[in-house]
T-cell receptor
Framework: EAGVAQSPRYKIIEKRQSVAFWCNPISGHATLYWYQQILGQGPKLLIQ????????DSQLPKDRFSAERLKGVDSTLKIQPAKLEDSAVYLC?????????????FGPGTRLTVL | SQQGEEDPQALSIQEGENATMNCSYK?????LQWYRQNSGRGLVHLILIRSNEREKHSGRLRVTLDTSKKSSSLLITASRAADTASYFC????????????FGSGTRLLVRP
């Protein structure tokens, strides 16, 4: 079974530029998550999708971050414009659905450096 | 904000020794999960313990949960150099989203 795919793996941009990340979850997984992991910290949930609907985006900085999952499969996360503090690893995860004991499967992440 | 806090922040042991990591959390939970993250790689799910369970084993891993103290511990027995990684506890939000809230992690170094 293929895992969660993310691209690119690394991205370096200057502040005020825009950037987009792509995620393809495990086939058949209805729930998709985007996390931000700042160096030395645990992942922080940015947004959670159930199929193509948003379940939780309470910690997404909506003035600069946006995400979509139009067909309920793959997803993109965009930052526009980027700030220095956005430097982090962006992790995508998926699970089979919304339930108490669903295991989340994580992709390798995209490491973003904002100069 | 992060609910879980791991202790210690960093741990260095010799191969073959046991490693114990602790996690404390703040609110009621349905379950608590432990994840491992190797350098440059994504997180891997290790074990899940439900709120009505007190102890769970998986291979060389032993997890305990004390809901009265809102704490959990992860024990890795007979550690190997390949166990070198960061370990995170994650608790569910106990709302309809079932989202996970991760702690700050323990960085484990197993010296050969």
């Amino acid at each position: 079974e293929a895992g969660v795919a993310q691209s690119p793996r690394y991205k370096i941009i200057e502040k005020r530029q825009s950037v987009a990340f792509w995620c393809n979850p495990i086939s058949g997984h209805a729930t998709l998550y985007w996390y931000q992991q700042i160096l030395g910290q645990g992942p922080k949930l940015l947004i959670q999708f159930q199929n193509n609907g948003v379940v939780d985006d309470s910690q997404l900085p909506k003035d600069r971050f946006s995400a979509e999952r139009l067909k309920g499969v793959d997803s993109t996360l965009k930052i526009q414009p980027a700030k220095l503090e956005d430097s982090a690893v962006y992790l995508c995860a998926s699970s089979s659905g919304l339930a108490e004991y669903n295991e989340q499967f994580f992709g390798p992440g995209t490491r973003l450096t904002v100069l | 904000s992060q609910q879980g806090e791991e202790d210690p922040q960093a741990l260095s042991i010799q191969e073959g020794e046991n490693a114990t990591m602790n996690c404390s959390y703040k609110t009621s939970i349905n379950n608590l999960q432990w994840y491992r993250q190797n350098s440059g790689r994504g997180l891997v799910h290790l074990i899940l313990i439900r709120s009505n369970e007190r102890e769970k084993h998986s291979g060389r891993l032993r997890v305990t949960l004390d809901t009265s103290k809102k704490s959990s511990s992860l024990l890795i027995t007979a550690s190997r150099a390949a166990d070198t990684a960061s370990y995170f506890c994650a608790t569910d939000a106990r709302d309809s989203s079932y989202k996970l809230i991760f702690g700050s992690g323990t960085r484990l170094l197993v010296r050969p």
